[in-house]
């Protein structure tokens, strides 16, 4: 079954298309990465199906729900920014339960305070506590929890902004080129790790990217996006060996 359905999805900025009328269905459990050179829409469409941004016509499914106009937090996706996205003046523990902070408030809204306390606090904050430091454990920043994300290196940077995707426990994982702003070593080194951690999770991950490496050896299947447009959706191997057009065989460095 398929677990996200894009239909026809355009988006323009101003008189300029920056999609064209993207059709895609992702199965449940799936790594799927949009691969294309810088501008050809990768991140629009990823903020489209994280609800950051909507789409000028088409339709997006995540599950059983149309969640065209749905609220970003109400979709039961996260999202790991190329730029980390952290709060400087936050620690590494404040970061990560942002999400949870969050959803608590939300719920608070709707219960009734009964001389200004909130029944259950205390215990939703212990288990938010318990999330965070679990999660941060399973990362490996279990140790940082108590610094800013200025005192961190750009690999525990990354860990704590994946971190702070997973306290939720999403359905969907967004990820758009969360490695991009790592040295060389390191990339290679977290690749592994967010292959593992997809295989721990078994849940759908949307992965993008500019760099071929990157997809080839991250994905079930990848999406090769130009300009706007999806040209190929295969397994690595296929998008390798059996390129659609030259510009896909070109962009993947393939000997077609
Ligand atoms: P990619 O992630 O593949 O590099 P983007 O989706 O970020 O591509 O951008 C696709 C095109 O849309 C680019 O030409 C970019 O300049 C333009 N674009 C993206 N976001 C905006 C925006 N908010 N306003 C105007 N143009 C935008
Ligand atoms: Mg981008």
């Known amino acids: 079954m398929s677990d996200i359905h894009l239909d026809q999805i355009t988006k323009s900025f101003g008189p300029t298309p920056v999609l064209r009328g993207i059709s895609l269905a992702i199965e ?10 810088s501008g050809c829409g990768k991140s629009t469409l990823l903020r489209i199906l994280a609800g950051l941004e909507v789409q000028d016509s088409g339709s997006v499914r995540i599950g059983e729900s149309l969640v065209d106009g749905m609220r970003p937090k109400l979709r039961d996706v996260a999202m790991v920014f190329q730029s980390y996205a952290l709060y400087p003046h936050m620690t590494v523990a404040a970061n990560m339960a942002v999400p949870l902070r ?11 305070i009964v001389g200004w306390v909130v029944p259950g606090t205390r215990r939703l904050s212990a288990e938010i506590d318990a999330e965070v430091d679990r999660t941060a454990r399973a990362l490996g920043i279990g140790h940082l929890l108590s610094r800013k994300p200025g005192q961190l290196s750009g690999g525990q940077r990354q860990r704590v902004a994946v971190g702070r995707a997973m306290v939720r426990h999403p359905a969907v994982f967004l990820m758009d080129e969360p490695l991009s702003n790592l040295d060389a070593k390191l990339r290679v080194q ?21 760099d071929q490496a990157e997809a080839m050896t991250l994905s079930d299947r990848v999406a090769v996006m130009l300009d706007g447009d999806l040209i190929q959706v295969a397994p690595p191997q296929e ?10 065989a070109e962009f993947v460095g393939s000997p077609k």
Not at 28 to 37: Q, R, S, W
């Open 239 to 248: 998008i390798y060996a059996d390129p659609d057009d030259r510009r896909v």
């Open 190 to 210: 977290m690749r592994a790790e967010i292959k593992d951690l997809h295989r721990r999770l078994g849940v759908t991950f949307i992965y993008v990217t500019h």
């Open 28 to 37: 449940k459990g799936e790594f799927l990465t949009l691969l294309g050179p």
């Open 102 to 112: 969050m959803r608590q408030l939300n719920a608070w809204q709707r219960l009734p």
